[in-house]
């Protein structure tokens, strides 16, 4: 064993140039850093946006929601409170998301039967001059967290799978629709 210090591990490099990046993404500073976009100079716009996403449990815990006797209570209420409060704190969960003021929170869940799902749907609009899709998957993400967190006791393998934007209108770069033109 030798007396020198020990190696502090090498930093990762920074591209040299960050030019190409910075023409393609608008959250990197000259540096090539995160950063939040300036928004200020943008028109205010009606915005709206849909998300979408699955839980997935065993028979017993869907079974259990379906007929509203899960031992912690109303989990479909639950859910759709959660999901308005996520959407509420975007801001505060997701790192470079502008806080703005939300006209309307909207969170359904349908109940699928067959393939033992709840199908979780989030609908976000405001006037503002950034958009509100971060708002509306982060509903749905939370929505589905506490479904888990209310069914968990009979079914500890629930599956959150495919959280996804649907649609949104307005901004700059139009409407978009998942899988299809507008």
């Not at 910075?22 to 090539?32: M, P, T």
């Not at 259990?64 to 479909?76: E, H």
């Amino acid at each position: 064993m030798s007396d020198e210090e020990p190696k502090r591990p090498k930093r990762p490099r920074r591209p040299r140039s960050v030019a190409p990046l910075r023409r393609s993404v608008l959250h990197v500073d000259a540096r090539g850093r995160a950063r939040m976009i300036d928004v200020g100079a943008k028109a205010t716009t009606r915005r709206r946006a849909t998300a979408t996403g699955r839980v997935r449990m065993n028979e017993k815990a869907f079974e259990a929601l379906a007929k509203g006797t899960l031992s912690k209570g109303d989990a479909l209420a639950v859910a759709r409170l959660a999901g308005i409060l996520a959407a509420k704190k975007t801001s505060e969960i997701v790192p470079l998301a502008h806080p703005i003021g939300l006209d309307s929170v909207a969170v359904d869940c349908e109940l699928d039967a067959r393939n033992r799902e709840v199908i979780v749907t989030a609908t976000t609009s405001t006037a503002a001059r950034t958009g509100v899709e971060m708002e509306a998957l982060t509903a749905v993400a939370g929505a589905c967290l506490a479904l888990y967190d209310m069914a968990k006791a009979l079914d500890r393998s629930i599956t959150i799978r495919e959280i996804v934007l649907v649609e949104k209108t307005g901004g700059r770069s139009g409407a978009y629709r998942r899988g299809g033109v507008v």
